[in-house]
């Protein structure tokens, strides 16, 4: 059965470093989002990508982020100079259309910023 | 804007006994529901959705939830749990209006005990 995968799983940085987090969505998928969930916390939005680019993003989704389809089948976040409060787990996911269309989830990477 | 309350944070319950996961939603447009599960170390799976028309939504894994639009409620229930369902369970909305975006719950923690 067809997956969203992400790497790495586990993430450690130096605050002000640039991260970079990796998923390949599900191969005849068309739509690409981002989700975060800081321990404890909702898991929430960050931005959805279509047709390469940008169509939602949420007020967490600051200059500090971006994202990129740089091949056909990766699709990144980067956050550029990361801070304390980006630790958390990110969560990817892809579907084939919009509307009612199931949104299908990788395993999540761990960011933690030292 | 969508809000997402699940008001139990942990449910223990013991195997074979039925379970009952609250989700309440606030919303001023009409709305797409969904429950998802996170088994450890995993990323989040669809259980089930409401989309339209019956509100009793059968599920995977022998789970059902009900949709009472005068409540704005979606509580996901399972008659007889095993050892295996416990995990951590997501609700979630998305409006009809526009958008992909989908907005979570807090998530509730099921323990299955023997």
């Known amino acids: 059965e067809p997956e969203v995968t992400q790497t790495p799983s586990h993430q450690v940085t130096q605050m002000g470093q640039e991260v970079i987090l990796r998923c390949v969505p599900i191969?005849?998928?068309?739509?690409f989002y981002w989700y975060r969930q800081i321990l404890g916390q909702k898991v929430e939005f960050l931005v959805s990508?279509?047709?390469?680019?940008?169509?939602?993003k949420s007020e967490i989704f600051d200059d500090q982020f971006s994202v990129e389809r740089p091949d056909g089948s990766n699709f990144t976040l980067k956050i550029r100079s990361t801070k304390l409060e980006d630790s958390a787990m990110y969560f990817c996911?892809?579907?084939?259309?919009?509307?009612?269309?199931?949104?299908?989830f990788g395993p999540g990477t761990r960011l933690t910023v030292l | 804007a969508q809000s997402v309350t699940q008001l139990d944070s942990q449910v223990p319950v013991f195997e074979e006994a039925p379970v009952e996961l609250r989700c309440n939603y606030s919303s001023s447009v009409s709305v797409y529901l969904f429950w998802y599960v996170q088994y450890p170390n995993q990323g989040l799976q669809l259980l089930l959705k409401?989309?339209?028309?019956?509100?009793l939504v059968k599920g995977i894994n022998g789970f059902e939830a009900e949709f009472n639009k005068s409540q704005t409620s979606f509580h996901l229930r399972k008659p007889s749990v095993h050892i295996s369902d416990t995990a951590e369970y997501f609700c979630a909305v998305r409006t009809k209006a526009a958008g992909n975006k989908l907005t979570f719950g807090g998530g509730t923690r099921v323990l299955v005990k023997p």
């Open positions: 191969s005849n998928h068309l739509y």
């Open positions: 990508f279509y047709n390469n680019e940008i169509s939602e």
């Open positions: 409401y989309l339209s028309g019956s509100t």
């Open positions: 996911a892809s579907s084939m259309r919009t509307g009612n269309n199931e949104q299908f």
